[in-house]
């Protein structure tokens, strides 16, 4: 009996032993022959690209930017021209035309400026009964802009319908229309009152 009670806490103390020890020194754990999917390789990899494409950036022939030549530009007094690189002449004659090395003369001044063509007309009333007194007749080929009007009613045609103005105002700024070749007239008042219109003519083609 005292034998087997021996052998039993013999037994015993080699397991509590064998429980230390493997609690104290860990296993290291193995991998399977195919490694895991998540961990690193420790072997280095190469990483190559393939056709790799080429990209040609460099000048095609011979480019040429840039003014070849320094133009010249003169102006002579004695005949009132412009000259460039002693070949192309622009002359300017004293009734405002400019010509080019003697190519067809051109105009450059306004055809249709008012200041060149200002026009003013005046008529008087000579009855008592307010009939219309004419102020003009539009010349042939000119558009006639009334701006400033002193009566009380001016009749004027314009794209050849007769139009009849009435003004509250004895004298005020307007812009009417009188077709080429229409009659204008004006009632002012009474006997004796003066109607007047002032503006300019157009050129009409």
């Not at 007749?137 to 009380?152: H, N, R, S, T, Y």
């Amino acid at each position: 009996m005292v034998r087997f009670r021996n052998s039993l806490l013999t037994g015993i103390s080699l397991v509590v032993l064998f429980a230390v020890g493997t609690m104290t020194n860990p296993r290291s754990g193995y991998s399977s022959p195919g490694g895991s999917p998540g961990a690193p390789s420790a072997q280095t990899q190469n990483v190559n690209v393939v056709n790799t494409p080429g990209v040609i950036a460099q000048q095609a022939g011979v480019w040429n930017v840039g003014i070849s030549g320094t133009p010249v530009v003169g102006f002579d007094t004695s005949n009132n021209t412009v000259k460039i690189d002693g070949n192309s002449t622009v002359k300017i004659d004293p009734d405002s035309t400019v010509k080019i090395d003697g190519s067809p003369t051109l105009t450059v001044r306004d055809a249709d400026n008012p200041a060149r063509q200002p026009f003013a007309a005046a008529c008087v009333m000579n009855n008592s009964q307010g009939f219309p007194c004419t102020l003009t007749i539009v010349p042939p080929a000119k558009l006639l802009v009334i701006e400033m009007f002193q009566g009380m009613e001016l009749n004027a045609t314009t794209n050849n319908n007769t139009i009849k103005y009435t003004f509250p105002q004895f004298s005020q700024l307007v812009r009417v229309y009188a077709d080429p070749g229409s009659t204008v007239t004006a009632v002012a008042g009474g006997q004796g009152t003066q109607a007047a219109i002032t503006g300019y003519l157009v050129n009409q083609p």
